[in-house]
């Protein structure tokens, strides 16, 4: 089903980390399951067989030290990693907790830079690799009252697209999945639930839905990807509308939440 002989996911504990998790070990792909929460990834290993647990906080050099360190080990090679920890932190910018925005850019950014750096070293002198970075539509556009996980999506979109432009040469992969409203843990970790009052039930995708597409069109070497008719429309109209225009809707849209 899928090119991957091996993979590793980062924020496998729970959403969409955790849902592809399950796509990969449906189809028999032994899976490195990373998360702070170690307890969540032993009953989820204990599922399929070939899945290895490392707990580890990528907000801290320790952890990225040693996922780093599991993934450059070339008696044990990585096809597939897929950069999904992440958080984001909602309300206006200066009322919202600084060191918690430091974290939020360390881990959205600095660490899915430093494992994509450590993926990309070992998978160009194999000439084979894929790296699924998790952004997010929110990157397509500024996002008031989201303003710096927006911004952060913004980073990991352009990012992986510069990155596969570069990696390709080599037959490497890199793909920005880019998801629109999921439910999974976001809402309550972000301050956003009230979101799910003030979107329809049709706006919604599932982890389900979000993980098997994603991990489709990285097998497939498709550089965006953006599940669901919904968002894949939103997308490129909101390519042809003025910025002011969009920011007004963002606003507006997270006003409702």
């Known amino acids: 089903m899928y090119p991957f002989q091996s993979a590793l ?3 496998a504990s729970s959403g969409i980390g955790e849902a592809m998790a399950h796509c990969l070990g449906r189809a028999g792909v032994p899976t490195v399951l ?7 990834l032993a009953e989820l ?4 067989p070939g899945f290895e647990v490392l707990a580890a906080d990528l907000t801290t050099r320790e952890g990225l030290d040693a996922v780093c360190a599991r993934i450059t080990d070339v008696a044990r090679p990585i096809d597939l990693v897929v950069n999904n920890a992440g958080f984001g932190s909602s309300g206006y910018f200066e009322q ?11 881990l959205n950014v600095s660490a899915l830079v430093r494992l ?10 194999r000439r084979r690799g894929w790296i699924l970075n998790v952004s997010s539509v929110a990157g397509f556009q500024a996002g008031p009252r989201l303003a710096v996980y927006a ?3 913004a980073f990991v979109t352009s990012f992986s697209e510069a990155v596969h432009e570069e990696a390709k040469r080599a037959g490497v992969h890199v793909t920005a ?11 309550s970790v972000s301050n956003t639930e009230g979101l799910q009052r003030g979107f329809p039930v049709f706006a919604w995708l599932t982890a389900e839905k979000v993980a098997a597409d994603g991990l489709a069109d990285c097998a497939k070497g498709r550089i965006i990807s953006v599940p669901g008719a919904l968002y894949k429309g939103l997308v490129w109209g909101s390519a042809l509308l003025p910025r ?14």
Do not use: N
């Open 151 to 153: 911004a952060t999506k």
């Open 9 to 11: 996911i980062t924020g």
């Open 116 to 125: 994509s750096h450590a993926a990309m070293s070992v998978m160009v002198e």
């Open 177 to 187: 999945l880019c998801p629109g409203l999921t439910r999974t843990e976001f809402q």
């Open 34 to 40: 990373v998360a702070r929460r170690g307890d969540r």
């Open 244 to 257: 002011a225009v969009k920011r007004w809707v963002y606003a507006t849209a997270m006003k409702r939440g």
């Open 96 to 106: 919202v907790d600084a060191d918690r925005l430091q974290d939020e850019i360390a």
């Open 45 to 48: 290993a204990r599922l399929y």
